[in-house]
């Protein structure tokens, strides 16, 4: 059964983080934040890098629009 009278979006757009944060993939998750028209929750799994990188996601995160939750796994 399918239900049509949803006004919302009943599952939020995912966005992954995996491995080291580096500028690269700092500009390449940016780049997605800001394309992002829904609420989301970004999964980060990082053991570190680069402290502008993670700096430029977090500024992104806090600026954009709508809510964007974090799980933080490692």
Not at 6 to 32: D, H, M, Q, W, Y
């Amino acid at each position: 059964m399918q239900t049509v009278a949803l006004c919302f979006n009943p599952r939020p757009e995912l966005l992954f983080l995996e491995g080291e944060i580096t500028k690269k993939s700092a500009v390449e998750l940016v780049s997605r934040i800001r394309d992002i028209d829904t609420s989301t929750t970004l999964f980060i799994n990082s053991p570190g890098g680069s402290v502008d990188g993670a700096f430029f996601i977090a500024e992104s995160i806090e600026e954009h629009a709508l809510p964007i939750h974090g799980v933080v796994t490692g």
